[in-house]
């Protein structure tokens, strides 16, 4: 359990991290899905049975609401309808508005159930809506979930009857709404599966607000067993035919997919619940509190310090200069010749000279900057040979001294604070 809990909240972690792009591609696909669904159903007009008029749709839908592909979706319906028949294609438009009115005035804010219901409805598994939705939404959802029904019994009679239609000639337009209405209306399949969905969406969502334990976990159970005993008692009053073994898949299918959703949604841990009781001056409180199940996440941090220092070779009166870290320029000889003036408390005609091998790029002088260098090591070897001297040290004066001085400066310029005295 707690490796699906640190799952979880790494899900929801990537989720707020990504939800700019994750939420455009989740659209995308639901859109195009739903294009192509509606152009293998109906397909009747070749211009909108199109792959690039579909991605073009969808890519549209990606970035607006989702109330935006309900509209897209019945304009693509409605054109099918028209290449079929002019009279379909307003027998649609009516139940559109019809349904729009009753979707516009109950539950405006579940364009996803009306586009996901019917697509549930196609792939023969529409039994997990009405539990989903009992879980996660309100009890007039029940008419979104009505809305996408009617939607896809619409289609299917509209594809069923196409060949009928296409025989019937202009002077036959009344005959054909008589019949598309007449089916539709007494289409009692539709009828019963509309009433079992609604009284399932109001059974999961009474029975999922009760302060009981494990409220949720209930009333999906119970969901699947309202929704399958309502349909078996209209399969027997109306003999739609359902095809039993399916209603039992299908509401197993709907429980595993509730208790996934309950997961991600109410996930509480009942062995740690606490009752509390309090009053103030005019009410008195009994407050039941059940805390959420959650683990902290194991946060990893990873230092990489690279301070490797190469070796190499310079010479038998030199000695070793060593390289630290990546980016660095490389060894630079600095060679400074300075003849001290004769006025001077040194020396007359004395020549320094001094040579300077550095790593880095940035030489520190412990003299000028000795307040912002800080070295990490110095060696410096000095070899100083004098020759010529006069024998008079009286007179002052010298014929000829030469100083050679090398250095070899080991720099280091990454180090940490901690490790300076």
């Known amino acids: 359990m707690t490796v699906l809990l640190e799952m979880k909240e790494r899900l929801k972690l990537i989720y707020s991290k990504s939800d700019v792009f994750i939420v455009p591609v989740v659209k995308f696909l639901l859109a195009f899905v739903t294009f192509n669904t509606l152009n293998s159903r109906l397909g009747y007009m070749a211009l909108l049975d199109d792959m690039g008029i579909v991605l073009i749709a969808a890519l549209a839908c990606s970035f607006l609401p989702l109330g935006m592909i309900v509209l897209l979706g019945a304009v693509f ?35 996803l159930v009306v586009v996901v219901t019917p697509l549930l409805c196609a792939l023969k598994i529409p039994y ?33 009857s196409a060949p009928n239609i296409r025989t019937m000639g202009d002077e036959d337009a009344l005959a054909k709404i008589r019949m598309l209405v007449e089916n539709f209306l007494a289409n009692k399949a539709m009828l019963v599966i509309i009433a079992a969905f609604a009284i399932t969406v109001l059974s999961v969502y009474l029975i999922r607000r009760m302060s009981v334990n494990y409220a949720w976990t209930i009333a999906m159970i119970a969901g699947a067993m309202v929704n399958i005993v309502v349909l078996l008692v209209g399969d027997l009053y109306y003999e739609i035919n359902l095809a039993v073994g399916s209603v039992l898949l299908g509401s197993l299918l709907a429980i595993v997919v509730a208790k996934v959703i309950e997961f991600f949604r109410f996930c509480v841990d009942y062995s740690r619940t606490e009752k509390v009781q309090f009053e103030d001056d005019e009410y008195y409180y009994y407050v039941k509190a059940v805390p959420k199940m959650a683990v902290p996440m194991q946060t990893r941090t990873v230092k990489r310090i690279n301070s490797q220092r190469t070796r190499e070779a310079e010479g038998a009166g030199e000695e070793s200069l060593y390289a630290a870290g990546s980016g660095r320029q490389g ?33 520190r002088q412990s003299g000028g900057q000795s307040g912002n260098a800080r070295q990490g090591a110095r060696s410096a070897t000095t070899e100083r040979s004098v020759s010529g001297r006069n024998s008079a ?3 002052g004066r010298t014929q000829g001294r030469s100083v050679t001085i090398g250095r070899a400066v080991d720099m280091q310029e990454d180090f940490d604070e901690d490790e300076w005295p």
Request: proline share 4%; glycine share 8%.
């Open 331 to 363: 060894s630079r000889t600095v060679t400074t010749e300075r003849s001290v003036p004769a006025g001077s408390s040194l020396q007359r005609g004395r020549t320094v000279t001094t040579e300077r091998t550095s790593l880095g790029g940035n030489i």
């Open 77 to 111: 319906s409605l054109m099918h309808m028209y290449a079929l028949s002019l009279e379909v294609a307003l027998v649609g438009l009516c139940m559109y508005l019809i349904m729009y009115l009753l979707f516009f005035r109950f539950s405006p804010k579940d364009s």
């Open 393 to 395: 040290r009286n007179a």
């Open 128 to 160: 997990v809506v009405p539990i989903a939705v009992g879980l996660l939404c309100v009890p007039s959802s029940a008419v979104s979930v009505g809305c996408g029904i009617s939607v896809y019994y619409l289609l299917e009679l509209v594809a069923e």
